[in-house]
């Protein structure tokens, strides 16, 4: 089969389902409140919003490579942009890019345009610890996992702690050599 | 560490403009969202009631908020103080705004004076989502209904507010409808104002 050149994070948003921002701006909310209720411990909170993210990188992937026709990335480097320019754009329909690259190329950051999740969001003084967005790492992380990717995702700027950017650093642990479950001759 | 020499500028959410609410993201975000809020919810509850109360309560914050909004954006900062008044303004702007449609019917319920229906034959939030035998009739409609509930309250008009699934002749999948049961003090009221 010949290889299908990549579809544009912009053509795969345009043609998927849509709802509106709000109502998902406003669960996430409702979520974060649920879970600061719940484990009281701000520290707890963003570990179960980074596992919950987790949780949906994993099932995530598979949308992913399905509508958008990316096949094998050569390197690291191909792989933050698929996330930046196609990942980001389809599934929250923002744009993000990447800068920041570590000598060695394990190493990059994603700064996003713009981020739904945090419209009529204000940190108080109590939740000052709180990755609120949280929950983007975790997919980030679970997401590439699924690709043989180790990753680590941590939150270097944020706006709601009074940075001027939202940026993801993303750094490649290692690479997981592809397993087959089964055996040849089974 | 980052940030230090710079002066923060904290983002007061009172300066920034208000969106329009055009904005929109994918469907199946929200849909891995929302089943990570339901997924969470399993781990905290014994049964299936606390589940649906727990989703009711954070249906409930949305509702709240989203009648702040609307009311604001859209109405000039008044609400309405009616019963029929707020609840076509569940059925058609709230609905409008948060699943993209009006809801598709809007009944008063024939046996009691002080129920209503909204029903919706696929409701946003179960379009992804199918119940496993053991949970009998649990409805993630939940949320919607704790929504419902949070715009209710919130304007001055308390009520339950309940979900249910509703099975449709010739149709694969039940509908769901939103039972309304206003309190006592709120028809009472309505009655007052003829």
Not at chain 1, 17 to 35: K, P
Not at chain 2, 89 to 109: C, P, R, Y
Not at chain 2, 151 to 163: N, R
Request: charged share 25%.
């Amino acid at each position: 089969m010949a290889p299908v050149a990549p579809r544009s994070g912009d053509a795969i948003f345009a043609s998927v389902e849509h709802v509106n921002a709000e109502l998902f701006t406003l669960t996430y909310g409702a979520i974060v409140r649920q879970l600061l209720t719940d484990l009281e411990e701000v520290e707890e909170v963003n570990k179960q919003l980074d596992q919950m993210g987790y949780n949906i990188g994993v099932r995530l992937i598979d949308e992913f490579l399905a509508k958008s026709n990316v096949s094998r990335c050569v390197d690291f480097k191909e792989t933050a942009d698929a996330i930046a320019k196609i990942g980001f754009k389809m599934f929250l329909g923002v744009g993000a890019s990447v800068t920041n690259w570590d000598a060695d190329g394990t190493c990059c950051s994603i700064v996003l345009d713009d981020n739904p999740l945090v419209d009529f969001v204000e940190l108080p003084d109590t939740c000052q610890g709180l990755y609120y967005c949280n929950i983007l790492s975790g997919v980030v992380r679970g997401a590439l996992e699924m690709v043989s990717m180790k990753t680590e995702v941590t939150w270097v700027r944020d706006m709601l702690r009074g940075d001027d950017a939202f940026e993801l650093q993303v750094k490649l642990l290692k690479q997981v050599p592809e397993e087959y479950p089964y055996k040849d001759d089974e | 560490m980052i940030g230090v020499g710079k002066i923060k500028q904290y983002a007061n959410v009172l300066e920034t403009p208000l969106s329009k609410g055009k904005q929109e993201v994918s469907l199946s975000a929200f849909a891995f969202l929302f089943s990570e809020l339901v997924q969470y919810n399993q781990t905290q509850v014994d049964n299936i009631a606390e589940l649906e109360r727990r989703l009711e309560d954070a249906g409930y914050s949305v509702g709240a908020r989203i009648l702040e909004l609307l009311c604001h954006r859209d109405k000039g900062n008044r609400r309405e103080t009616r019963l029929l008044g707020i609840l076509s303004f569940v059925h058609s702007t709230v609905w409008k705004v948060l699943f993209g449609k009006v809801a598709d019917s809007l009944e008063k319920g024939t046996e009691h004076e002080d129920e209503y229906m909204i029903s919706e034959k696929e409701l946003l939030v179960n379009r992804f989502i199918s119940i496993p035998k053991d949970m009998g009739t649990f409805n993630c409609g939940a949320f919607v209904a704790g929504i419902v509930r949070g715009v209710l309250d919130s304007a001055g008009f308390p009520a339950v507010v309940t979900a249910h699934f509703v099975p449709m002749e010739g149709q694969q999948r039940p509908r769901t409808t939103i039972l309304i049961k206003f309190a006592e003090e709120v028809l009472r009221r309505e009655a007052r104002l003829g």
